[in-house]
Antibody
Framework: QVQLQESGPGLAKPSETLSLTCTVSGGSLSSYYWSWIRQPPGKGLEWIGYIFYSGSTNYNPSLKSRLTISLDTSKDQFSLKLSSVTAADTAVYYC???????????WGRGTLVSVSS | DIQMTQSPSTLSASVGDRVTITCRASQSISTYLAWYQQKPGKAPKLLIYKASSLESGVPSRFSGSGSGTEFTLTISSLQPDDFATYYCQQYDSYRTFGQGTKVEVK
């Protein structure tokens, strides 16, 4: 059974970089799109972006200038870096796996990141 | 960018009711649409993909239909476990979620 687990600091300071890692177990990174999705407290879901196992990326245009998603196949991990954060970036951040049919069937449990000084 | 608009935002219903949620895309997305269910404090759960394909393990009371710009999610007979928030999501160009529909107890 595929499992995903987010990890990283729960607090980031304004103007700094938010960094999260997702560790994948129970399955290979090959042939899938590894995604980040976030949800501000009490609000809806926002797609952040994904990295394909080949290394190609696709980012939400509204976040693209601040966003980097990378893959470490040796550790079965992928990571998110979001720079110049503000309070508007406070959210639960989910990592997830999307397949070639657009199905996001596997999700991490989510981790809350608060942006505050 | 493709915008997704769900209606209603909140729906009050009783166990046994037939429930329909609508999702409209700002431009045609063919059938590149998925539906998710989310309960408080939990990650979303995939229900439907490709507009009308039922994900494995999802009860058959859930069904999806539509193509182009108009889509619906139907719960044929609402069960106690179905009170939750539902999101549509397009995957034709980038990915965009609807704002969500909360199904609450009437």
């Amino acid at each position: 059974q595929v499992q995903l687990q987010e990890s990283g600091p729960g607090l980031a300071k304004p103007s700094e970089t938010l960094s999260l890692t997702c560790t994948v177990s129970g399955g290979s990174l090959s042939s899938y799109y590894w995604s980040w999705i976030r949800q501000p407290p009490g609000k809806g879901l926002e797609w952040i972006g994904y990295i394909f196992y080949s290394g190609s990326t696709n980012y939400n245009p509204s976040l693209k200038s601040r966003l980097t998603i990378s893959l470490d196949t040796s550790k079965d991990q992928f990571s998110l870096k979001l720079s110049s954060v503000t309070a508007a970036d406070t959210a639960v951040y989910y990592c997830a796996r999307e397949d070639g049919q657009g199905k996001i069937a596997y999700w991490g449990r989510g981790t809350l990141v608060s942006v505050s000084s | 960018d493709i915008q997704m608009t769900q209606s209603p935002s909140t729906l009050s219903a009783s166990v046994g009711d037939r429930v329909t949620i609508t999702c409209r895309a700002s431009q045609s997305i063919s059938t590149y649409l998925a539906w998710y269910q989310q309960k408080p404090g939990k990650a979303p759960k995939l229900l439907i993909y490709k507009a009308s394909s039922l994900e494995s393990g999802v009860p058959s009371r859930f069904s999806g239909s539509g193509s182009g710009t108009e889509f619906t999610l139907t719960i044929s007979s609402l069960q106690p476990d179905d009170f939750a928030t539902y999101y549509c999501q397009q995957y034709d160009s980038y990915r965009t979620f609807g704002q969500g529909t909360k199904v609450e107890v009437k």
